[in-house]
C-alpha cells in the first residue's frame, strides 16, 4: 500500500545554523540541506517518515519531524547553553 503524500517546510527561527536529515527505512541518515537563521526549505515526504534536525555547528540533534500526507510546516527553535543546544522545535500543520 502507498504511503500518503505530502511537504513538510523546515523553517529556521533560531539565531543558528541548522542541518536537517531524513531517515531511510534502516534508520540511516541521510543530509537533506543546511538553513542558515530565517532560511526555510520545502521538502517532499511520506506519512510516517522521519526528519532530524541538528544544530549544524556542533552536530547535536536539537528536533525530529514526522511526514504526514499534505502541507506541513516544522519551525526549527532552539538555544545553545553551556551544556549544549536546548530543543524547542515544533510541528504544525
Do not use: C, H
Not at 503524500?5 to 533560531?14: K, L, R
Not at 545554523?17 to 531511510?24: I, P
Amino acid at each position: 500500500m502507498p504511503s500518503a503524500q505530502g511537504t513538510i517546510t523546515f523553517v529556521n527561527a533560531s539565531a543558528f545554523g541548522a542541518s536537517v536529515y531524513a531517515l531511510d527505512e534502516n534508520g540511516n541518515e541521510n543530509f537533506v540541506v543546511d538553513l542558515s537563521p530565517s532560511q526555510s526549505s520545502k521538502q517532499d515526504t511520506v506519512a510516517g517518515q522521519v526528519w532530524v534536525v541538528k544544530d549544524k555547528d556542533t552536530g547535536q540533534q536539537v528536533g525530529t519531524a514526522m511526514g504526514k500526507a499534505g502541507d506541513q510546516t516544522y519551525e526549527i527553535k532552539f538555544r545553545r547553553s553551556r551544556g549544549g543546544p536546548e530543543p524547542a522545535g515544533s510541528g504544525g500543520g
